[in-house]
């Protein structure tokens, strides 16, 4: 899939040293880790399940 479309986001120090971590920790980078976060996000066009 070509990633042509960015996002420029503003964390605290609190939440970057997190995501940093993390992404360390998993051996990718901090970009991965919020794609694949976005990634498994429900599709807002499926019906809502209750």
Known sequence: MIKDKSLKIR???E????LQAY??????SMAHILREYV????NPKDPVRH
């Open 11 to 13: 964390l605290d120090s």
């Open 15 to 18: 939440e970057y040293a997190k």
């Open 23 to 28: 992404a360390e920790l998993k051996k990718v």
């Open 39 to 42: 990634r498994r996000l429900p």
